[in-house]
């Protein structure tokens, strides 16, 4: 097991693109986690699965964010129309079960650029 | 608002010195979990310590200690004898209601003085 991978770990694009984000998490866990984090800044939820069930979305989150985790295995995050508001690192985590009693494994995250 | 304060921003210890770094949050829940993450520069995170809010007893492992208080809502982390290697950003966390995902703080800046 490699642990969590995030493809691809920088992307730069102009305003307006389409920007597409995968998460590999480690194939036992069944949660899977999106954060965002901007500089100096904790991390913001995004949303998370479990399975192939999104769960949760963060109110925060625009109708231009979408992501899926179609087969319960790796998951995508897309952001559609990006502004430079959207430049962030993405950072994914999964866990075996619910947050607290099954610790959060993280990737090294995906970080956008948007000019 | 559910919500985690790290009073300090930056902070700095001599090597082979303790430092403590401080926590608050805010929940109205009574079982959750607490927990200190490792941000180095290369930017993944990584768990440092993990306390359940329901057990007194304030966990430890190796170097890194913790104080809880659960009256008070205080999570502080003490790290001993400080390495190079414990150089990063610190963020303190603790789980939502159903412990469906983790609540940050904005995290702390530590470096440490060879």
């Known amino acids: 097991d490699t642990g969590v991978s995030q493809n691809p770990r920088h992307k730069i694009t102009k305003r307006g693109q389409n920007v597409t984000f995968r998460c590999d998490p480690i194939s036992e866990h069944n949660r899977l986690y999106w954060y965002r984090q901007t500089l100096g800044q904790g991390p913001e939820f995004l949303t998370y699965?479990?399975?192939?069930?999104?769960?949760?979305k963060s109110r925060l989150l625009s109708d231009r964010f979408s992501a899926e985790r179609p087969k319960g295995s790796f998951s995508t995050l897309e952001i559609q129309r990006t502004e430079q508001g959207d430049s962030a690192m993405y950072l994914c985590?999964?866990?075996?079960?619910?947050?607290?009693?099954?610790?959060?494994?993280f990737g090294a995250g995906s970080r956008l650029t948007v000019l | 608002a559910q919500t985690v304060t790290q009073s300090q921003p930056e902070m700095s210890v001599q090597e082979a010195e303790t430092v403590t770094l401080s926590c608050t949050y805010d929940t109205s829940e009574s079982d959750y979990y607490l927990f200190w993450y490792k941000q180095p520069p290369s930017r993944q995170m990584i768990l440092v310590i993990r306390?359940?809010?329901?057990k007194q007893q304030n966990a430890t492992e190796n170097r890194f200690s913790v104080n809880f208080q659960k009256a008070a809502k205080s999570f502080s982390l003490k790290i001993s004898d400080s390495q190079l290697g414990d150089a990063a950003m610190y963020f303190c966390a603790y789980t939502d209601g159903n412990n469906r995902k983790l609540i940050w703080g904005l995290g702390t800046s530590l470096a440490v003085n060879p």
């Open positions: 985590a999964s866990s075996l079960g619910p947050a607290g009693a099954n610790v959060l494994t």
């Open positions: 306390q359940e809010a329901y």
């Open positions: 699965f479990q399975n192939e069930a999104q769960l949760e």
